[in-house]
């Protein structure tokens, strides 16, 4: 798809990485340059250029979300790889994509248009300059550039975590075996990660993984046991098993008796299948039934108490903790399932729990 042509009314940025130095952002006259830290190139991290190349474009949407706010901003990059990353909102890489969930979730947020653009490195001298703290030739470039830099927000450091300097792509051992388990948010999801990079396994098949989707629409709490009692006969049986399913039942009796029945059932289901790691995805919220107090309060302790309980089990739970009901871009227009942002960032979800399963294993 042909990009639309930048105008006057859009705001430009411009960014670059240096992988041995540190990044640079310009933007308007405003600036921001830091080195990375030393931590980052210990841990293999400065290798990976399309994350460092990322990374400033959440620094951004940081130091200038009030001047970003409801705006278009065209993103200036000379690597096409970047490029193409930020106009998919997609990578092969999980440490690259959840690091474009944080910038995702900022641009919904401010609402904020963000697209990005080529441009030939020496074109980019200015951000090419400030990324490898040559400050003699930034002023010679950019004038009228403040005196000050804006100090980075130490924060933004953590987004990055340790091993994200190792990408997994794709393999095709199997050495382990997720099942995912629940109602339309399943089904939806599959879906979705058939046209993502990873595909139906998450990006995780170089560790060995292999996922079977089991989503049905409509899907009721009362019917889990039944599905499990028919996989049961199945010849291999899961050693990650994630559920995510209670949304359509939420309404349907009290806080206290559904997390007592959720409880009772997977107690159940770990007598069926005792070596299993099991992961509890929280209910999320859905912005068409907030009117109920079971759907605000009452959803809220239920996946505490539930997700506590099966951690007490020795199991994962996944918070989901991007999910703002204010923030429609994250949703279907039917207020109850997601959008296509909103199941991407459920997918990451999903494969970065998984993750850190495997890690300890």
């Given at each position: 798809m042909q990009m639309p042509e930048v105008t006057s009314k859009d705001l430009e940025l411009y960014s670059d990485a240096a992988g041995g130095v540190g990044f640079g952002l310009f933007c308007g006259g405003a600036w921001c340059a830091e080195r990375?830290?030393?931590e980052w190139a210990a841990a293999g991290i400065t290798k990976n250029i399309?994350?460092?190349e990322l990374f400033p474009l959440v620094v951004a949407c940081e130091l200038w979300a009030d001047v970003f706010r409801n705006r278009r901003v065209v993103f200036w990059c000379d690597n096409l790889g970047v490029v193409e990353v930020v106009n998919r909102q997609a990578a092969r890489c999980l440490a690259v994509n959840s690091l474009m969930r944080e910038l995702v979730l900022r641009c919904l947020r401010l609402n904020l248009y963000m697209r990005a653009r080529h441009v030939p490195g020496f074109q980019n001298g200015i951000a090419d300059a400030l990324s490898r703290f040559n400050f003699l030739q930034f002023r010679r470039?950019?004038?009228e550039a403040r005196a000050e830099g804006l100090p980075m927000p130490a924060h933004l450091w953590n987004l990055v975590?340790?091993?994200s300097g190792r990408c997994s792509a794709y393999s095709s051992g199997s050495r382990y075996s997720l099942w995912i388990v629940g109602h339309s948010y399943v089904h939806w999801a599959a879906e979705r990660a058939l046209i993502r990079p990873g595909g139906r396994h998450l990006g995780l098949g170089s560790q060995g993984l292999r996922v079977s989707w089991w989503g049905q629409r409509g899907m009721r709490w009362s019917q889990l046991l039944l599905l499990m009692e028919r996989l049961r006969s199945r010849p291999r049986h899961p050693d990650i098993l994630l559920i995510h399913l209670g949304g359509n039942d939420v309404d349907s009796c009290s806080g206290k008796d559904l997390i007592n029945?959720?409880?009772?059932?997977l107690r159940v289901v770990l007598d069926w299948f005792p070596s299993v790691l099991l992961v509890w995805s929280d209910i999320v919220p859905r912005p068409r039934c907030l009117a109920s107090r079971r759907w605000t309060r009452g959803l809220a302790k239920l996946n505490r108490q539930v997700g506590k309980w099966v951690m007490g089990q020795?199991?994962?739970q996944l918070l989901h903790d991007w999910v703002d009901v204010s923030?429609?871009?994250?949703?279907?227009?039917?207020g109850v399932h997601l959008s296509a942002v909103g199941w991407d960032l459920l997918l990451d979800d999903f494969a970065s729990?998984?993750?850190?399963?495997?890690a300890t294993r």
């Open positions: 990375w830290p030393e399309t994350l460092l470039l950019a004038p975590r340790k091993e029945t959720v409880k009772d059932d020795g199991g994962l923030c429609a871009g994250l949703f279907h227009s039917d729990g998984c993750e850190r399963v495997l």
